[in-house]
């Protein structure tokens, strides 16, 4: 089993910044894809980035310019960089990884950010 471990979550200013990290362990290979979901209170869960191995990052429409997802791969980690935040951020992210063909797969416990003054 994949374990997803994430961190840097937390209570941010609007206009502030924030990073978020995910170390994957306990899998053979280095997982194919690597992302993040966010799920705000009475909304559904929706894919905020991912980056596969030979793809360029996907972002949704609403955090580009403002975040950034990059990977080490050499630490199986993944990384979001949140900048400019708004209210409107503020959800539980999730850390998620996958295969080729079957991405996500795998979820992180969840981490609070919270963008307020």
């Known amino acids: 089993q994949v374990q997803l471990v994430e961190s840097g979550g937390g209570l941010v200013q609007p206009g502030g910044s924030l990073r978020l990290s995910c170390a994957a362990s306990?899998?053979?290979?280095?997982?194919?894809?690597m992302g993040w979901h966010r799920q705000a209170p009475g909304k559904q869960r929706e894919l905020v980035a991912r980056l596969a191995r030979g793809a360029s990052p996907y972002y949704t429409d609403s955090v580009k310019g403002r975040f950034t997802i990059s990977r080490d791969n050499a630490k199986n980690t993944v990384y979001l960089e949140m900048d400019s935040l708004k209210p409107e951020d503020t959800a539980v992210y999730y850390c998620?990884?996958?295969?080729?063909?079957?991405?996500?797969?795998?979820w992180g416990q969840g981490t609070q950010v919270t963008v307020s003054s």
């Open positions: 306990g899998s053979i290979s280095s997982p194919y894809v």
């Open positions: 998620s990884t996958g295969g080729r063909y079957n991405y996500p797969d795998k």
